[in-house]
């Protein structure tokens, strides 16, 4: 008789954008953003096992004690060492880290799934208190949808998006270490006391206000990034900006037709033709 598999979706997210609003005592960086979470997803699939164990497709990807997902398993079997145990078999679409939080993403599912199938019960503040132990963004893929993040991006606040659009991600083969980003900004250009918040009216997004600082030390380091957002207001992106700290970026466009027609121009490029998830 076959053990039961359970196939889940791990979703992607987009820094939409992003500001850099002051550095903290501890080294680490107060922010104010916007995370939307996206229907690009890498897929879970859990089956029942005698010990635990994580696969993936990618071989590049640890899949020992490193891997987020095998952090957040620990941390919930020792809530409920009695249960038994599962394999996973990790399949990645999203890009490694490419800014879209696939790992985080990753985290949050197995959290979930566990939560549910090993019958612990805890609440969403629970779950976040155990997702903020394992990293900055995992407890936003437990909330999901749009938030504003502030602090060092824990402190979140759901929004309404008030129109819709459709992303065309463009995905160099870059690696842009975040700490390095973070440790080249210059602490001078940061903006206190905005709220991204003010971004949103009743029935549009003021798309002409949006920003991510990142993009002051990522684009002179690597000007082949900053030509992918050129290329896409050129493809006619209604707002093109950096993902996080990259390597990603993304334009914003009306319909799903016009960034088809966006994509024709990077055939050469990885990209991905993706829809923000509305809660």
């Not at 500001?19 to 922010?31: A, F, P, V």
């Not at 900006?241 to 990259?246: C, Q, V």
Request: aromatic share 10%; hydrophobic share 40%.
């Amino acid at each position: 008789m076959c053990n039961p598999s359970y196939s889940v979706e791990s979703n992607a997210k987009v820094n939409l954008c992003l500001r850099i609003t002051d550095r903290l005592e501890n080294g680490y960086h107060s922010i104010s953003s916007l995370f939307q979470e996206i229907d690009l997803h890498d897929t879970l699939t859990f089956s029942e096992a005698d010990v635990f164990s994580l696969s993936c497709n990618n071989d590049k990807i640890p899949c020992d004690s490193r891997n987020l997902c095998s952090i957040a398993y620990q941390k919930m079997k020792s809530l409920a060492p009695d249960s038994g145990d599962w394999h996973i078999q990790l399949h990645k679409q999203i890009p490694v880290g490419a800014g879209l939080g696939g790992g985080s993403s990753n985290a949050a599912t197995v959290l979930k799934f566990l939560n549910t199938h090993w019958n612990i019960k805890m609440s969403l503040s629970e779950l976040v208190r155990i997702a903020s132990q394992i990293g900055a963004d995992v407890a936003f893929y437990l909330h999901g949808g749009t938030q504003l993040a502030e602090g060092i991006g824990d402190i979140l606040t759901p929004l309404n998006l008030p129109e819709t659009f459709t992303l065309l991600l463009i995905c160099p083969p870059i690696h842009i270490s975040t700490p390095w980003a973070y440790q080249q900004f210059n602490l001078t250009k940061r903006k206190t006391g905005y709220k991204f918040r003010d971004l949103f009216e009743s029935c549009r997004i003021h798309w002409e206000l949006f920003e991510n600082q990142f993009e002051s030390v990522v684009f002179p380091a690597y000007p082949e990034i900053g030509a992918i957002k050129s290329r896409l207001h050129q493809a006619g992106a209604i707002y093109a900006g950096l993902s996080g700290s990259g390597s990603t970026v993304f334009g914003t466009f009306k319909n799903r037709h016009d960034a088809e027609n966006a994509q024709k121009l990077f055939i050469n490029d990885t990209g991905f033709i993706s829809l923000p998830i509305i809660q």
